[in-house]
T-cell receptor, first 113, second 113 residues
Framework: DSGVTQTPKHLITATGQRVTLRCSPRSEDLSVYWYQQSLDQGLQFLIH???????AKGNILERFSAQQFPDLHSELNLSSLELGDSALYFC????????????FGEGSRLTVL | DQQVKQNSPSLSVQEGRISILNCDYTNSMFDYFLWYKKYPAEGPTFLIS?????DKNEDGRFTVFLNKSAKHLSLHIVPSQPGDSAVYFC????????????FGQGTRLTINP
C-alpha cells in the first residue's frame, strides 16, 4: 500500500461526458502528479501540483484540467470525452520536487464508450 | 517521438537465473534514470535509480547499469524469484525530480519456477 488513494477505481462513461478523478496523496507529501497510461504505452505525464500551485504541465489536453485543494487532495477533470481518452489515470505523490521517486496510487481505469 | 524505449515487450526467465531488462534513450540531456516495477491492479513502485555520474548502482538483488555513450541502461535481477514477475518501466529525466520524467512502455517479466 503506497498510501496514495485514487477514486473511482473504474469508470465507464459515454463520449461527450465529463468525469472527475480524485486523488489523496500520502499525508506528508506536498507534490501531486497525474499520469495517463493508454494501452501498451508508457506513462505520459499530464500535470504536477505542489502545495496547491500548478508547477508543470505535460501532454495535457485543453479538455482536461486539474487542481490541488488546501487539504492537498487533487482532482483531474476530463471533459468532452472521446474514445481515445480511455486509459488508466495514475496519481502519484512525493515529499519533494527534487526526487523522481514517486508513490503511485492504484489508478483509475476510464472507459469511454 | 519516443525518447525512452524498452524494445522487449516481454521476457521470460527461469527462477534462480539472471533477468536483464534493457532500456534505450535518445535524449543526451537525460541525467537521472529510474526503474519502477508494477504488479497487476497496482500502481508502479520505485525500485532503483542512478544518476549520470555513476555507471552502476546496486541494491540487494537489483543492479542498474548505465552506459551514457551508448545511451543505454539495464536492470539486472539476480537471482530471479517468482515474486519478481511484474511489468518493469524505465524512466529518465534531464534533472532530478519528476517533472520531466519520461517513461518507457514497459517490459513484462515472467519468472518461471
Amino acid at each position: 500500500d503506497s498510501g496514495v488513494t485514487q477514486t473511482p477505481k473504474h469508470l465507464i462513461t459515454a463520449t461527450g461526458q465529463r468525469v472527475t478523478l480524485r486523488c489523496s496523496p500520502r499525508s506528508e507529501d506536498l507534490s501531486v502528479y497525474w499520469y495517463q497510461q493508454s494501452l501498451d504505452q508508457g506513462l505520459q505525464f499530464l500535470i504536477h501540483y505542489y502545495n496547491g500551485e500548478e508547477r508543470a504541465k505535460g501532454n495535457i489536453l485543453e479538455r482536461f484540467s486539474a487542481q490541488q485543494f488546501p487539504d492537498l487532495h487533487s482532482e483531474l477533470n476530463l471533459s468532452s470525452l472521446e474514445l481515445g481518452d480511455s486509459a488508466l489515470y495514475f496519481c502519484a505523490s512525493s515529499p519533494s520536487t527534487l526526487t523522481g521517486e514517486l508513490f503511485f496510487g492504484e489508478g483509475s481505469r476510464l472507459t469511454v464508450l | 517521438d519516443q525518447q525512452v524505449k524498452q524494445n522487449s515487450p516481454s521476457l521470460s526467465v527461469q527462477e534462480g537465473r539472471i533477468s536483464i531488462l534493457n532500456c534505450d534513450y535518445t535524449n543526451s540531456m537525460f541525467d537521472y534514470f529510474l526503474w519502477y516495477k508494477k504488479y497487476p491492479a497496482e500502481g508502479p513502485t520505485f525500485l532503483i535509480s542512478i544518476s549520470s555520474i555513476k555507471d552502476k548502482n546496486e541494491d540487494g538483488r537489483f543492479t542498474v547499469f548505465l552506459n551514457k555513450s551508448a545511451k543505454h541502461l539495464s536492470l539486472h535481477i539476480v537471482p530471479s524469484q517468482p515474486g519478481d514477475s511484474a511489468v518493469y518501466f524505465c524512466a529518465a529525466s534531464p534533472v532530478q525530480g519528476a517533472q520531466k520524467l519520461v517513461f518507457g512502455q514497459g517490459t513484462r517479466l515472467t519468472i518461471n519456477p
